[in-house]
């Protein structure tokens, strides 16, 4: 079955830009989730949604934002871009409904911020 | 708060040597999950095992074992007979219980590199 697809996988932005990214989970996922890596703080959660809802929350300003479509296709939101916004910001998908589970990585979309 | 440290930054090993990659992990949660994930330099981080508090039954799967111990809140990770193709940074990863979901902390990773 086709895996987590993220779109675009490259994109260059300058400062005070905004950008959408995009994840398309596996076929039945209805949690989706987003991290942001880095060098220098490595993987970090940004949030995660269920039927629509964020689920959960990391510890990112609001300038970073989500939603999940009925389809439980996820666009993640970054406004106002800053320099330290440059990352690899990977989606996940998972089938569980309570709890833990495995989650599918897609490839990621590379930000530069100029 | 939860955390995940892997202490080893960088390993490096000849092929079919035996390698042993360490997490410690910090929760107060009675109830969590433990993971680890291989990322290859493609990006896309590649589920590897998930064991929950309660399990402390350790695991083989092929050249993969995994050690747990909650007396010292370690899970490592064995990679017997190294292969070059097994070079990548691996990632060991916590969540709790509490709260539900699927947030995951992630450790800084571990870059092992298998050379002939």
New interface residues.
């Given amino acids: 079955k086709a ?2 697809t993220q779109t675009p996988r490259y994109l260059i932005k300058t400062r005070g830009q905004q950008v959408t990214l995009s994840c398309s989970p596996i076929s039945g996922h209805r ?1 989706v ?1 987003w ?1 942001q890596q880095t060098p220098g703080q ?4 940004l949030f ?1 949604y ?1 039927s629509e809802t964020q ?2 929350k ?1 510890n990112f300003p609001g300038r970073f934002s989500g939603r999940q479509f009925s389809n439980s296709r996820s666009e993640m939101n970054v406004s106002t871009l800053e320099l330290g916004d440059s990352a ?1 910001y ?1 989606c ?1 998908s ?1 089938l ?1 409904v ?11 979309s ?1 930000l530069t911020v100029l | 708060a939860q955390k995940v440290t892997q202490a080893q930054t960088e390993i490096s090993v000849v092929e079919k040597e035996d390698v042993t990659l360490d997490c410690v992990y910090e929760t107060r949660d009675t109830t969590y999950y433990l993971f680890w994930y291989k990322q290859p330099p493609s990006g896309e981080l590649v589920f590897l095992i998930r064991r929950n508090s309660f399990d402390e039954q350790n695991e083989i799967s092929g050249r993969y074992s995994w050690n747990f111990q909650k007396s010292t809140s370690s899970f490592n990770f064995t990679i017997t007979a190294s292969q070059v193709v097994d070079s990548a940074v691996y990632f060991c990863a916590l969540s709790e219980a509490t709260g539900g979901g699927n947030k995951l902390t992630f450790g800084t990773g571990t870059q092992l590199k298998v050379e002939l």
């Fill in positions: 895996g987590v949690s989730s991290y490595g993987l970090q959660f995660e269920f689920r959960n990391g690899l990977l996940a998972s569980a309570i709890g833990t589970g495995e989650l599918f990585f897609g490839e990621g590379r």
